[in-house]
């Protein structure tokens, strides 16, 4: 086991508030399998920074895609989405892990 922290950063164009588009655009760019420990996704990966509240209704099919992939690509997978909860709307990161564990943090500053 290396001791070296192995991070891929993606950085790509987005598909404006078309999140089927974004998902299919990053299925092409996620690394292989075990070739790092960490991928990070740019900032509402999935609709570009889209103030569309009705967005965030696709966002629980996106957790879903990031844990699948994470466990696919023995990696942690992570990226911001839109969130809707208790009538307000979020910036929130997640991070889903190779084991199934999801970590989240909400965005304070928009």
């Not at 070296?4 to 078309?18: N, P, V």
């Not at 420990?37 to 895609?65: C, I, K, Q, Y």
Request: glycine share 4%; net charge negative.
């Amino acid at each position: 086991m290396s001791s070296k922290l192995r991070i891929a950063f993606i950085q790509s164009f987005l598909h404006w508030e078309e999140p089927e588009a974004n998902r299919s655009l990053f299925d092409t760019l996620l690394p292989a399998p075990g070739t790092c420990d960490l991928v990070l996704l740019p900032e509402m990966f999935a609709t570009g920074f889209s103030m569309n509240p009705e967005l965030s209704r696709h966002s629980p099919d996106m957790v879903h895609w990031m844990q699948q992939r994470a466990v696919e690509g023995n990696y942690a997978l992570a990226g911001s989405l839109p969130w809707h909860e208790n009538n307000q709307c979020f910036n929130r990161f997640f991070c889903c892990t190779p084991n199934q564990q999801q970590f989240t943090y909400d965005k304070r500053h928009l």
